[in-house]
């Protein structure tokens, strides 16, 4: 379950989370989203990625966390999908990080509903934990709730 | 031999060259893991196109070889024979003597008289069960080197002289002389001569380009036009002359780049229709049938992918309706039917899906033989089959290894063909389904996404957000001011409607329907209704504002999204934002406009379309000046509109109006025709109306204008059979909606806006169409 290596980290609502570099494909700032009426609350849009159309999903509501302040705006994790590119939106993005297998720990068992799943574990890393999000879950708008 | 024949041919050996790389690659990695059914299945399924096509072409040695390995292959997928290595040497021989005679077939017209029977006959034990003798000492008759599969493989028979087949670029040497080719066909190449003239066959003029670098450069248009459109912004504000010169033309080349970077993608969907009318008429022949091949939409344009994708399941289907469905002349006679069965291919753009029918009127699927076969073979159970509906029965023959067909010919019924069909169309996230009636003929409906297709669609907007509606549901556009927009709008029972031409047209607010907080529209100054066309239904959906209409990109939307019934993709603005495209019939749908049975009442209907549908239009009537009633097919028409009578300037004897940019030539009606009665027109009110009523026509990149006095409907009906033209400009007399109504000539509405300009070719169109209407 231990993952060593690179890890792509951002800030969602506090929480200092990361995803392995290799599944990253790019950071990049806001671009205006179209709103999908009719469909999960967690999809927030779609945006154009240089002509191609890629679905954006709020990492706050994906964690169901507390909607980030309207004036805020969030940053695009663009993360490599199997069928195409997904935009993770956060809020801050943090340094890309190196860390030690042994650091690894799962995460507790009475983690909350909705990050239970998507959370893989934690790395104890000096003063802080960075929790490792499960890519393909995180993705997934279906199993939410 | 004719050209057509030329084309069926080198589509052949191109794509069986294409299938014998891959039989290669898999009969290899078959060995590596022997119980993968799916590559058993590909193989066969390859070897099987080969030898249903060579069938056709009359490649009789050819087919005798792919047929045998067909029963083997047959056997290993029904688990009857398990894999050995044997096995594989010899299936890859077999692959190399098909090579060898597609390559004799392209150098000479002709597939040789090798002599193939120890290879059959290898086959053939195999298919028993049994284990052939073969290796590098050989059996009598074949000597192999069997070595990597890409390296030379010398085949020593001991009735022709030896051949080396070089994989994958043909080369001959020592052929046995050509027989004597077949009268009028291309001049044949002397085999002996070396393999440069083998090639010469090859060169044609145009490339094959990887799709995946067609897609790069689509996704480099699109970065280009998004800085493009920033540097105009840029420029609007830091006008340099030069500056905005270069920008111009920066502009200019770049959507002629997109234009064309679109287009190499695009194909009308005719490309894979051309090889039909033979292939019908050939397969009909040998089972002694008389079908005629009907082809509708052959323009209808596709992304390159989905051509390439629906090539294959689209010759099943048309294979199967051929030898399964229509009958033969006498059973049809027998049945009261005409004896030639018609098969009737039809494509069109429907709510951003490409839909494509194959429809004929023969026997039908009978929902009781297709239970039996599914319980003799296993698929289902009983209790199972007790339980089941006519359509759930039907579906069935989309599982593997199922065929109805009550003997196995040499076209089909080996229980290949429909579960291919399906799994061909699912893959390009395309839909089929199957509809049919006993004794009455069955309809095929396949429906492909429109990914990367290109539509003209009209952009409306809701709240902050822009949808492009696809513009073939679209059947006009309604606009309502002031007191008209308060009163125009009528509720019945709560329901919102509208009375267009008298009839009331059910509404739907678009920002209702997707709950958008954008504010109603019904509180507006002004309301906009686009009325809609949903299967047989019309509906009309009120938008906040209508933009413009526009070329659009569809690109699908990602599978988050996929189970969204009211959206069938989504399209890349001008501006760079992403815009929405409606699908009109899962939004009729899901505002219950159409109920979720209604497809159940279609069937039936589909089936009667086979009789009806070439005869019948869609047309715009409209009132003539003395008080009579007109038609033209609406396909014409580009857009109605509504000037105010002062817009129309007269200069010399042309009537103008400046429209959408450009000066656009109009005709009025009351002057065009010649009147039968120059009696005052009592009812002639128009003129006296602020308002006119313009037609317009799109021709030949222009537009065309034609003032009626008033337009009345828009009605679907019949054109058969019409009474002959009375007066100059109309084609005939037909009876619309219980009137007499005159079906005008558009040509010759065109011909008169600019009778000095080079339309030669209309013009003559509408002699012709006149001499056509006058004969009949």
């Known amino acids: 379950m231990a993952l060593d290596g690179q890890f792509c980290t951002f800030f969602v609502r506090g929480l200092f989370l990361g995803l392995e570099v290799t599944c990253i494909q790019e950071v990049i700032r806001y671009q205006p989203l179209t709103v999908v009426p009719l469909t999960s609350p967690v999809i927030a849009g779609l945006m154009n990625l240089r002509g191609q159309i890629v679905t954006a999903i709020d990492l706050r509501h994906r964690l169901g966390l507390a909607p980030r302040d309207p004036g805020v705006r969030p940053i695009n994790v663009v993360v490599r999908a199997s069928d195409g590119p997904v935009s993770l939106l956060v809020d801050e993005i943090g340094d890309v990080i190196e860390v030690e297998e042994a650091a690894f720990e799962r995460p507790p068992d009475t983690l909350g509903p909705e990050a239970r799943g998507l959370i893989r574990g934690a790395y104890k890393l000096k003063g802080r934990l960075l929790l490792v999000l499960d890519a393909a879950r995180t993705l997934d708008s279906d199993t939410e709730n | 031999m004719s050209d057509d024949m030329d084309d069926v041919v080198r589509e052949f050996l191109g794509e069986s060259r294409e299938n014998l790389d891959q039989i290669d690659v898999d009969l290899v990695a078959l060995e590596q893991s022997p119980d993968d059914g799916s590559i058993i299945a590909r193989i066969f399924r390859a070897i099987h196109t080969i030898k249903g096509t060579c069938g056709f072409l009359g490649f009789t040695r050819l087919e005798g070889v792919s047929h045998a390995g067909e029963n083997v292959l047959s056997a290993l997928r029904d688990e009857e024979i398990a894999p050995t290595p044997v096995m594989t040497t010899v299936l890859l021989a077999m692959v190399d003597v098909i090579r060898e005679m597609l390559v004799r077939i392209e150098a000479t017209g002709d597939e040789g008289a090798g002599d193939y029977t120890v290879l059959i006959q290898q086959l053939t034990e195999l298919y028993r069960g049994g284990a052939p003798q073969v290796g590098p000492t050989g059996t009598p008759g074949v000597e192999m080197v069997v070595g990597p599969p890409h390296d030379a493989i010398v085949m020593v028979s001991p009735t022709s002289p030896p051949v080396i087949v070089a994989p994958p670029a043909p080369s001959i040497v020592a052929a046995p002389a050509p027989p004597a080719p077949p009268p009028g066909s291309p001049p044949t190449i002397d085999a002996s001569a070396g393999p440069a003239h083998a090639e010469v066959a090859q060169v044609e003029t145009s490339i094959r380009v990887d799709v995946a670098l067609l897609d790069k450069l689509m996704n480099l248009v699109g970065e280009l036009v998004l800085a493009r459109n920033q540097i105009v912004q840029f420029t609007g504000a830091n006008g340099d002359a030069t500056f905005i010169g270069a920008t111009q033309q920066l502009n200019l080349i770049t959507t002629e780049l997109q234009e064309g970077v679109m287009k190499t993608r695009m194909q009308p969907i005719g490309n894979i229709w051309q090889k039909f009318p033979r292939v019908v008429r050939d397969l009909a022949r040998a089972c002694d049938k008389r079908v005629e091949l009907v082809m509708e939409g052959e323009s209808t344009e596709l992304d390159k992918t989905l051509i390439e994708a629906i ?22 006679a027998a049945s009261g039917k005409p004896p030639v069965g018609r098969l009737l291919l039809r494509a069109f753009h429907e709510g951003g899906q490409v839909n494509v029918e194959v429809i004929d009127d ?55 063909g429909m579960d291919v069909v399906r799994t061909n169309i699912e893959r390009i996230g395309g839909t089929i389904d199957l509809h049919g009636k006993r004794g009455v003929g069955t309809t095929i409906k396949i429906k492909i996404p429109l990914t990367l297709a290109i539509i003209p669609a009209l952009v409306v907007a809701s709240g902050d957000n822009r949808y492009a509606i696809p513009q073939a549901s679209l059947v006009e556009l309604v606009h309502l001011e002031g ?33 958008d907080t954008a504010p109603s529209a019904s509180d507006a100054d002004d309301v906009s209704i686009v009325v809609l ?47 929405l495209i409606l699908d009109i019939l899962g939004l009729a749908k899901h505002t219950r406009v159409l109920a979720e049975g209604h497809e159940r009442g279609r069937i039936d209907t589909a089936a009667a379309v086979v009789g009806a549908a070439d005869d019948r239009q869609t047309l715009l009537v409209f009132a003539t000046p003395d008080d009579g009633r007109m038609a033209i097919p609406l396909s014409r028409v580009a857009r109605l509109e509504e000037f105010p009578r002062g817009v129309v300037e007269r200069v010399g004897r042309e009537l103008l109006v400046q429209y959408r940019g450009e000066i656009m030539p109009v005709v009025d009606l009351n002057e065009m025709l010649v009147e039968r009665r120059v009696a005052p027109r009592a009812n002639h009110t128009a003129a006296a109306s602020p308002l006119i009523q313009v037609v317009v026509f799109s021709h030949h990149g222009a537009h065309v204008g034609l003032i009626v006095d008033q337009i009345l409907d828009i009605v679907e009906n019949s054109l058969a059979n019409p009474r002959p033209a009375g007066r100059p400009g109309v084609l005939g007399t037909v009876v619309i909606s219980g009137r007499v109504t005159e079906l005008l000539d558009v ?29 009949a």
């Open chain 2, 311 to 332: 090539k294959d399941p689209l010759t099943h289907l048309v294979r199967n309706a051929v030898d399964h469905g229509i009958e033969t002349p006498e059973r049809r």
């Open chain 2, 362 to 416: 023969g026997g039908g699927l009978d929902a009781e033989r297709i239970r039996d076969k599914a319980l003799e073979r296993g698929i289902i159970s009983p209790d199972q089959a007790s339980r089941m509906g006519e359509r759930e029965l039907f579906r069935l023959v989309f599982l593997p290894g199922f065929s109805t067909a009550a003997k196995v010919t040499n076209v089909s019924g080996r229980g290949v």
């Open chain 2, 483 to 515: 007191d008209r927009a308060r009163d125009g709008v009528e509720l019945l029972y709560g329901v919102p409607v509208y009375r267009l031409r008298g009839k009331l047209l059910t509404l739907v607010y678009l920002a209702d329907a997707l709950q």
């Open chain 2, 533 to 579: 066309q949903a299967d047989d239904r019309q509906f009309g959906l009120v938008v906040q504002a209508v933009h413009d209409t526009e070329e659009i990109v569809v690109k699908p939307l990602g599978k988050h999204l996929k189970g969204t019934p009211v959206f069938a993709g989504a399209t890349i603005m001008g501006d760079g934002r992403v815009a």
């Open chain 2, 747 to 775: 040509e010759a509405v065109l011909h008169r806006a600019q009778p000095a300009t080079a339309w030669n070719e209309p013009l003559q169109l509408a002699a012709s169409n006149e001499e056509s209407a006058h004969g």
